[in-house]
Every structure is written in C-alpha cells, then in structure tokens.
C-alpha cells in the first residue's frame, strides 16, 4: 500500500550539513518527496508534535521533553512528507532505532552518528541523533497535518514509477 511518512532532520542533521545527503538515500530508495520546508517551531508546535501526537512526556517525563526541546529549537529543521510502498516501515528501518548506539551501519543513525542515549542522559544533553521519523499510520497522518497545510503536499507522477513500483506485464511505457 502506498503511504506517506513524515521525517523531521533535526537540528544537528542541519547544523551539520547532511540533509543533502539523507535526502538522497531516502530518494534512492524510491520514495518520492511530496512536501518539503524548513521551519522554526516554537514550543507549542513541538508540544503538539512530541506530547499530543507520540505522548513523549505521558511515556518518559517532562524533563526528557524539557531536553528534547531545547534540542529541537537550536536551529532550523526540515520537514519532509515521503511517498511511498509501505513508507512508514521502510522508513523506520533507514532510519534506524532511536539510540544510534544500537543502529546499524547503513542506517542514517548508524552511518552519521555514535553517540548514544547513556552518555547525553548522564550529562543532561540532548540525543543528536539526526532524524525523527513517523512511528506508525496514525502518528504519519496527524504529524503530516500538524506540519503540513494540505495545499502543501502535493500528487504528482515521477516518470520512473513503473521502474521503482515494478513493471506490469502485457502493458508498455508510454512513448
């Protein structure tokens, strides 16, 4: 089933100039970008997206918002709604788990980061673990609508889709 996903590159993802690049994979993958902006959330916005959507501070406390905040208000992030067969999983396992410290090479948080939850949590600092991305289809819808206007997320055709969604026998490409 073809679904949408919302991925947010974090401050650190921007501050350290790898949004290109993360881009690219999640386009070499297939997935096609419907929407995509930087934006500069304020705390509300963030409280909507961490508490009311993925019940953050309801599964690990005020505090661990507190942290995450401040990390997510540090610079500019980019936000971008993906496209594409079973999105939100194949988008999880790019990703990679929460802790980079338990992500695989290949993940984005395996390949662009070390660093790992004991370390930021015994210093009192923030998880720079490069992206968020939606947890499952309810999370990706109210997620997308919380970033996103609808006017802002667009359909349209990449000319390669038969190649990424595989050819159809007996039909032909469009000359």
Do not use: C
């Amino acid at each position: 089933m073809i679904e949408r996903t919302l991925v947010i590159m974090k401050p650190d993802a921007v501050q350290r100039g790898i949004t290109g690049e993360i881009i690219t994979r999640f386009e070499r993958a297939g997935l096609k970008i419907v929407a995509i902006k930087m934006a500069a959330p304020d705390k509300e916005h963030f409280h909507t997206h961490y508490e009311d959507i993925s019940k953050m501070i309801t599964r690990w406390g005020e505090d661990i918002f507190n942290i995450t905040l401040t990390g997510m208000t540090e610079s500019p992030v980019i936000a971008i709604v993906l496209e594409g067969v079973g999105a939100i999983a194949h988008v999880r396992k790019m990703v990679g788990v929460v802790d980079p410290k338990d992500s695989a090479p290949g993940t984005i948080r395996g390949d662009y980061t070390h660093i790992n939850r004991n370390f930021t949590n015994s210093r009192g600092g923030t998880l720079p673990n490069i992206v968020h991305a939606s947890g499952n289809t309810e999370e990706a819808q109210a997620e997308i609508e919380l970033w996103f206007q609808n006017d802002q997320v667009y359909d349209y055709k990449l000319p390669h889709e038969s190649t990424i969604f595989g050819k159809i026998p007996g039909t032909r490409a469009k000359q």
